[in-house]
């Protein structure tokens, strides 16, 4: 039972210009949502988290949006650099199991010249 | 300040044997969470412990145990392995204050190999 869904395994964006990641998600009882990024053969990092209160946070280069009455939120990276080439995961949980993230099955990025 | 370590980085196994990851936190940090990788089924959540006690258990089977010691370290334990246990097993430090700003950092993650 997915409850997190990233649609779109692939993005490529040039250099310079924004890149747009979707994720969607099930369970109304999560209200924490956090972006990770990954290289191969090491551990997620996180790059920016929003809680269920706001719809907007942002953080240099990297803006998250969050839409509670459809189930989703989308993570803006502007300007796209090519160090941004990664796996983005989009997770969230919940207060009851705030210990417990819940990922997507992420996006692969590529940031071409 | 360190990261989350886990060790071994790399690990070699056999069916049926059973093998123990272990993962240091983020000093300060109490609540240490372990995830499974694998190409089929992404990221996906075995446990969580919080002053040594398990709080979430994910979707798997007995044969994935853990612990958490009174340090905050933790350690986690496959027995009988399957060849279906070949993943990166991931451990996650947080500060376990509820609510926002929570977020889980993610150590380099321990590659298990089962033949």
């Known amino acids: 039972d997915q409850q997190v869904k990233q649609n779109s395994p692939s993005l490529s964006v040039q250099e310079g210009r924004i890149s747009i990641l979707n994720c969607d998600y099930t369970n109304s009882m999560f209200d924490y949502f956090l972006w990770y990024k990954k290289y191969p053969a090491e551990g997620p990092t996180f790059l920016i988290s929003i809680s269920s209160i706001k719809d907007k946070n942002e953080d240099g280069r990297f803006t998250v949006f969050l839409n509670k009455s459809a189930k989703h939120l989308s993570l803006h990276i502007v300007p796209s650099q090519p160090g941004d080439s990664a796996v983005y995961f989009c997770?969230?949980?919940?207060?009851?199991?705030?210990?417990?993230?819940?990922f997507g099955a992420g996006t692969q990025v590529v940031v071409t010249p | 300040k360190a990261g989350v370590t886990q060790t071994p980085r790399y690990l070699i196994k056999t069916r049926g044997q059973q093998v123990t990851l272990s993962c240091s936190p983020i000093?300060?940090?109490?609540?240490v969470s372990w995830y499974q990788q694998t190409p089929g089924q992404g990221l996906q959540f075995l446990f969580e412990y919080f002053s040594e006690t398990q709080r979430n258990k994910g979707n798997f089977p007995g044969r994935f145990s853990g612990r958490q010691f009174s340090n905050s370290r933790s350690e986690m334990n496959v027995s009988t392995l399957e060849l279906g246990d070949s993943a990166l097993y991931l451990c996650?430090?947080?500060?376990?204050?509820?609510?926002?700003?929570?977020?889980?950092?993610f150590g380099p993650g321990t590659r298990l190999t089962v033949l």
């Open positions: 000093s300060g940090h109490r609540s």
């Open positions: 996650a430090s947080s500060t376990s204050r509820s609510g926002p700003n929570n977020e889980q950092f």
């Open positions: 997770a969230a949980s919940d207060s009851d199991s705030w210990g417990k993230l819940q």
